[in-house]
T-cell receptor
């Protein structure tokens, strides 16, 4: 079955540590996205990529980094520079990149807690 | 700056009690408005796309409508399984592939 797999589902981190969240998709989608969701709030865009080896900052990119070396993979690193990293992180993908469609396919999310 | 505002923030309904959720937006050149459903601890699931004022889409007990400044998600005779957070998002003319999400409406349907 096609879909998006995020791991780990739960992650605890000490202050000052970098962590990397994995996102893999087998939908053959060109575009991939990382969103952050805080309790009771909507989704805020961190980074997105429309093609391999290219990505753009979203609205809240500070303290985060990404790479897109393969079409299937779009890992997110939460660095120690991110001042308030505790949140629910969602990875998404979209087919037919460049065409007007809002249908994003989301993973199950990764919940990061900083101790 | 583009804004997407959803109201109410939370809605408690009795099973069978119909209601509507609102999504108002201020964007220049709307290219599409999208509704998603999100269950607790899960990723959002796509429901509808609306492109132009006057357009309507239906799926089971849900009906989405669009005007020039807002969209409504009508829930008719809801069941407990309709309990979820409903998110709307807009795609604005110059934003390329970037969606702007509203804060969501948490719906709880009691039996």
């Amino acid at each position: 079955d096609g879909g998006i797999t995020q791991s780990p589902k739960y992650l605890f981190r000490k202050e000052g540590q970098n962590v990397t969240l994995s996102c893999e998709q087998n939908l053959n989608h060109d575009a991939m996205y990382w969103y952050r969701q805080d309790p009771g709030q909507g989704l805020r865009l961190i980074y997105y990529s429309q093609i391999v080896n290219d990505f753009q900052k979203g609205d809240i990119a500070e303290g985060y980094s990404v790479s897109r070396e393969k079409k299937e993979s779009f890992p997110l690193t939460v660095t120690s520079a991110q001042k308030n990293p505790t949140a629910f992180y969602l990875c998404a993908s979209k087919g037919l990149a460049g065409v007007i469609t809002g249908e994003l396919f989301f993973g199950e999310g990764s919940r990061l807690t900083v101790l | 700056e583009d804004q997407v505002t959803q109201s109410p923030e939370a809605l408690r309904l009795q099973e069978g009690e119909s209601s509507s959720l609102n999504c108002s937006y201020t964007v220049s050149g709307l290219r599409g408005l999208f509704w998603y459903r999100q269950d607790p601890g899960k990723g959002p699931e796509f429901l509808f796309t609306l492109y132009s004022a006057g357009e309507e889409k239906e799926k089971e007990r849900l009906k989405a409508t669009l005007t020039k400044k807002e969209s409504f998600l009508h829930i008719t005779a809801p069941k407990p399984e309709d309990s979820a957070t409903y998110l709307c998002a807009v795609l604005e003319g110059a934003a390329g592939n970037k969606l702007t999400f509203g804060g969501g409406t948490r719906v709880l349907v009691k039996p």
